[in-house]
């Protein structure tokens, strides 16, 4: 009892800590550590991915609360897929019923963003119909945008982008010559599957590991980087306010 109210002042003094002006616009998580938290803790990998599932939600409330505008979440990287097909089928099926339930929450508007061409066609349709109603809904003041990176990969993105690129130049009849004489950076981001949406400002990643492993390879740039050593189901809103007030603390000079 007396560590809980302990570590309960200690959340209030961290969220008191919080300036407005300070709070990352765009947020991107790496989920990891689901498949060491479930050994840690003497259960199936499945289970792991259920309670880092579950997490997700929470974090989500927690990011709304204290004025994130947009939330990337990274669930099924391209290399996931090529798990062995014992961890992967239930890990697909947890992944569509997470999304399909923040999908019917009205406090989330969601995108896929990722290569489901890639996934199961029966998993990709499932995938675009929790999404579709998300953004047909129209604006939706107070709901946070929320990105679900599945089958995504950073050069994985970027490939497509310049595919993408290159397709709707060659519809417009230009050459190869006249598409690299005028390509701009611009370009390439206009195609990625973020486009639209800004560039993280604070990127995440649970579990200790202090690597990117290919997230959001084009758009972070410029972000700031968390590693915080909790596995995702442990991840908890004090862990969060840590690292709002890491951000906080830095000089961002965003290569000037």
Not at 65 to 94: C, F, H, K, Y
């Amino acid at each position: 009892m007396k560590n809980q109210l302990l570590y309960s002042l200690y959340e209030r003094h961290l969220a008191r800590e919080l300036d407005e002006a300070d709070i990352p616009q765009h947020v991107g998580v790496i989920l990891d550590g689901n498949r060491r938290w479930a050994k840690a803790a003497g259960t199936a990998t499945a289970y792991g991915h259920r309670k880092g599932a579950d997490k997700i939600s929470e974090f989500l409330q927690w990011a709304k609360e204290v004025g994130v505008q947009v939330v990337t979440l990274w669930m099924l990287s391209t290399d996931n897929l090529q798990r062995e097909a014992e961890e992967l089928a239930p890990l697909l099926t947890i992944i569509t019923e997470a999304t399909q339930a923040l999908s019917a929450d009205r406090r989330w508007r969601l995108r896929v963003v990722g290569d489901l061409s890639l996934l199961p066609e029966s998993v990709a349709h499932e995938l675009t119909d929790a999404t579709k109603p998300s953004w047909n809904a129209g604006e939706a003041p107070g709901r946070l945008d929320v990105n679900i990176a599945i089958g995504y990969g950073g050069r994985h993105e970027i490939t497509d982008a310049v595919r993408s690129l290159l397709r709707e130049c060659s519809e417009k009849g230009m050459t190869i010559d006249e598409v690299a004489d005028v390509l701009t950076v611009a370009d390439i981001t206009d195609h990625l599957y973020t486009a639209g949406v800004p560039d993280p400002d604070l990127l995440i990643r649970t579990s200790g590991e202090q690597r990117l492993s290919g997230f959001l390879l084009w758009q972070s740039v410029h972000s700031e980087y968390y590693f915080c050593e909790a596995y995702w189901p442990d991840f908890r809103r004090v862990d969060f306010l840590r690292a709002l007030r890491d951000y906080a603390q830095r000089e961002r000079r965003l290569g000037r």
